[in-house]
C-alpha cells in the first residue's frame, strides 16, 4: 500500500503562488502514475494534472494550464503542484492521487486512481 500525504496548503491574495507536496510512505513512487484533483464547496471533485511514472511528461487540465506545473522528485519520494497566478477559483481541497502504472502515461480519471491523500486547503482571496 501507498500512503499520501499533502502539505503546503494555506491562504493566499489573488495573483500569488504555492506549492503543494505530496509525500509518500510505504513504498517508492517509482513506476507511479501520479495526479492532482481539486474540489470545491458545492462542486464535483475535477482534474487538475497528472505525471507519468518517469515524469518525461505531464497533463493539465484547461482551467490551470500555463500556471499550474505539476513535477515529481522520485528519489524524494514526492509529488509536487506548483501554483502560480491563482484566482479566487482555485480555491478548492487539493488532493494527490496515486496508482501503479503498467506503462509510462498520465491519467485524467479519477476512478483509474487506487490511492488518494486526506487533501489539502487552498483558499485564495480577493
Known amino acids: 500500500q501507498v500512503q499520501l500525504v499533502e502539505s503546503g496548503g494555506g491562504l493566499v491574495q489573488a495573483g500569488g503562488s504555492l506549492r503543494l507536496s505530496c509525500a509518500a510512505s510505504?513504498?517508492?513512487?517509482?513506476?507511479?502514475?501520479m495526479g492532482w484533483f481539486r474540489q470545491a464547496p458545492g462542486k464535483e471533485r475535477e482534474f487538475v494534472a497528472s505525471?507519468?511514472?518517469?515524469?518525461?511528461?505531464?497533463y493539465d487540465a484547461d482551467s490551470v494550464k500555463g500556471r499550474f506545473t505539476i513535477s515529481r522528485d522520485n528519489a524524494k519520494n514526492t509529488v509536487y503542484l506548483q501554483m502560480n497566478s491563482l484566482k479566487p477559483e482555485d480555491t478548492a481541497v487539493y488532493y494527490c492521487?496515486?496508482?501503479?502504472?503498467?506503462?509510462?502515461?498520465?491519467?485524467?480519471?479519477?476512478?483509474?486512481?487506487?490511492?488518494w491523500g486526506r487533501g489539502a486547503q487552498v483558499t485564495v482571496s480577493s
Open positions: 505525471i507519468t511514472w518517469s515524469g518525461g511528461s505531464t
Open positions: 492521487a496515486g496508482t501503479q502504472g503498467w506503462g509510462d502515461y498520465t491519467i485524467r480519471t479519477a476512478g483509474q486512481y487506487d490511492y
Open positions: 510505504g513504498r517508492t513512487l517509482s513506476s507511479y502514475v
